[in-house]
């Protein structure tokens, strides 16, 4: 079986070292919810089809990221480099916008 | 059940974490370009909150009932789905796979998290997880064993790993003891992690607690 | 045209490539057999950067027994694993 370090690191059948499955139930949050709805939208649109947020993810997101990042985190991510790629948002524009609504908030 | 919210909750946005300043972010970016309106993001997120599992519960329920509808279900779930007024979603197709005395089916996406959405809405943590997408297909009996399912040995387990584009729901047995249940209570019977294949159908009230239809099975009830 | 039919037995490619694909490592080298065509499905492979798809691929569910593909496998004899995997990874196997 191919080892870890030689896959991709979101093809997880059989990857070793996985303990118990924590069975907790997380109700999505609102933002979580959010981010899902965007992402369906973009692919309603015909902007990004899942598997180029796929591709985005895998590329973009380190082994470590990934298995520290939450799920959405990543989702946030892949959407992040799809709309650069497509030159919907500049580089760091996301950046320069979470930054413009912090000022905004305590302004 | 959360109702679909068109602002967040002040509680969501005490202290906003980093991943929801990013999500704001985007979100305005996103409505200034004109990629998208805020109306359509609320309309988007009402759709995925109609999507749950009741919708799932209720095509097995018929199932159950309606052994031709259950035909036609299994030879073209979607067809069979558009009988119940329930639309699937472009861009994937949905299969059902059929629990029966020797066969008992689970599904993952080891590759990411594909999961029949217009029918159970959005998947549970767990499923998601990296544990369950690793373990489900390397040892998937010690999995339904966490779960509270043992299942004999003369079992098949069948996992089934969706990779592309087809989605997967798992038919589960009908609880033994439910001859005398309406459809509706039929539907409350059925978990979302029986669909799923983590988990049997809930017995019926007054009902043998260990389903006969396993050998050696045993469950735990589950909600 | 689809080059397999239900029971053919069919060995999965060995690959790694740069882009976006969805060959899972655990069944790469392994042998299973063919239990259903689904259909003709855009390549996600082209999908993935862009591109539409096209032509269109054979995608069919394939079936494993689990013994073979796990050393150890710590279950019964006759579990299975089935999985949908594009034409282009197959190659037939003999009888």
Not at chain 1, 34 to 49: N, P, S
Not at chain 2, 52 to 79: M, Y
Not at chain 2, 113 to 123: A, D, F, K
Not at chain 3, 30 to 37: Q, R
Request: hydrophobic share 35%; proline share 8%; charged share 25%.
């Amino acid at each position: 079986m191919t080892p870890p370090e030689n896959r991709r690191p979101n093809d997880r059948g059989g990857w070793p070292g996985a303990g118990p499955i924590d069975r907790s139930e997380h109700e999505p949050t609102f933002w979580e919810r959010r981010v899902d709805a965007m992402q369906q939208l973009l692919g309603r649109k015909g902007i990004a089809v899942t598997d180029e947020n796929r591709a985005a993810r895998e590329r973009t997101i380190s082994l470590q990221d990934y298995e520290q990042m939450r799920y959405y985190d990543r989702w946030l991510i892949g959407m992040q480099t799809v709309l650069v790629g497509k030159g919907i948002l500049a580089e760091g524009e996301l950046e320069r916008k979470v930054a413009e609504m912090e000022a905004r908030s305590s302004g | 059940m959360s109702e679909a919210h068109e602002h967040p909750h002040p509680e969501d946005t005490a202290v906003p974490t980093d991943f929801e300043k990013r999500a704001g972010a985007m979100f305005e970016l996103l409505i200034q370009k004109r990629v998208f309106t805020a109306d359509e993001v609320r309309q988007q997120m009402e759709l995925m909150e109609s999507r749950n599992p009741a919708l799932g519960a209720k095509v097995v329920a018929k199932a159950w009932v309606d052994p031709a509808f259950k035909a036609r279900l299994l030879e073209d779930p979607q067809a069979a789905l558009e009988e119940l007024g329930i639309a699937w979603d472009k861009g994937t197709q949905l299969a059902v796979v059929e629990n029966t005395p020797e066969v008992h089916n689970a599904v993952v996406c080891t590759l990411c998290s594909c999961y029949p959405r217009p029918l159970l809405g959005v998947p549970p943590s767990w499923y998601k997880s990296l544990a369950y997408r690793s373990r489900i297909v390397a040892e998937p009996r010690d999995v339904l064993l966490e779960f509270g399912l043992r299942l004999g040995e003369d079992v098949e387990v069948r996992v089934h790993d969706s990779t592309a584009d087809m989605r997967y729901l798992v038919l589960p047995m009908r609880p033994s003891g439910a001859e005398r249940l309406t459809e509706p209570e039929l539907a409350e019977l059925v978990s979302r992690d029986s669909m799923i294949g983590a988990a049997q159908a809930a017995p019926a009230p007054g009902g043998p607690t260990r389903t006969a239809s396993y050998a050696d099975a045993s469950v735990e009830r589950h909600n | 045209m689809a080059r397999f039919s239900p029971g053919d037995r069919v060995r999965v490619r060995i690959d790694n490539p740069p882009h976006h694909y969805r060959t899972p490592a655990y069944v790469q080298g392994k042998t299973g057999v063919v239990d259903k065509l689904w259909g003709e499905f855009r390549n996600p492979e082209s999908l993935g950067h862009g591109g539409d798809g096209l032509p269109k691929q054979p995608l069919y569910s394939v079936v494993f027994e689990q013994p073979a593909l796990w050393d150890g496998y710590p279950g019964s004899t006759r579990d299975k694993l089935a999985i949908d995997i594009y034409e282009h990874w197959l190659i037939p196997q003999g009888a």
